[in-house]
């Protein structure tokens, strides 16, 4: 079993609307980098650490926090080139929500303890028209850290998107319509 299969499996478990698949061959999902977002990641991690080594090993003055300040923030930056670049050109669609479905699970928090806490996200199965053809989608979402923490929440979120008709907003890859994001375009890859 391969790294594709794995993602594969892990994105599809529980969920009822199985995404529909917009990749060609056999590929995994890597992060999304350009030569420049990679460069800029690179050189924010190493300014990032590289501080807080030689502050630990007491040979540096602790201003250098300073430095490795600005590194993270320069990291942080590389992943808002990266989406500005991958989704530069997408088009916006019209889309007919055809099915939704929203679930509980649980997600590990990050940082100390590691607890788990309980939130709602949703899948949606969309169908648009673009450049004379109709595509069937399971759009992503813009920020995967779309979920909330009540049900009543996630269905206020929905809502909120999707017109009374099940009319949404999807934008689509130019090059493969199949891929396609709910409502906006995601500032991070």
Not at 60 to 84: C, D, H, K, M, Y
Not at 94 to 101: G, N, P, Q, Y
Not at 163 to 182: G, K, S
């Amino acid at each position: 079993m391969g790294l594709k299969d794995i993602q594969d499996q892990a994105r599809e478990s529980g969920w009822r609307i199985q995404s529909i698949p917009w990749q060609t061959g056999n590929k995994a999902e890597l992060v999304y980098n350009t030569p420049l977002s990679g460069a800029m990641a690179l050189a924010g991690v190493a300014l990032f650490l590289g501080p807080i080594i030689l502050i630990l090993r007491q040979s540096l003055p602790p201003w250098t926090i300073v430095i490795s300040i600005a590194g993270l923030a320069l990291a942080v930056l590389s992943r808002v080139v990266a989406a500005r670049t991958k989704y530069r050109g997408w088009i916006p669609v019209d889309a007919i929500v055809l099915d939704r479905e929203h679930r509980k699970r649980k997600r590990r928090r990050k940082g100390k303890g590691g607890k788990t806490t309980t939130v709602w996200s949703f899948r949606l199965l969309c169908r648009f028209d673009y450049q004379g053809q109709t595509y069937e989608a399971t759009p992503e979402c813009p920020d995967p850290t779309i979920v909330k923490k009540t049900e009543s929440a996630l269905k206020k979120y929905l809502v909120s998107k999707i017109t009374p008709e099940n009319r949404c907003r999807l934008y689509v890859d130019p090059d493969n319509p199949l891929h396609a994001v709910f409502h906006e375009i995601p500032w991070f890859a």
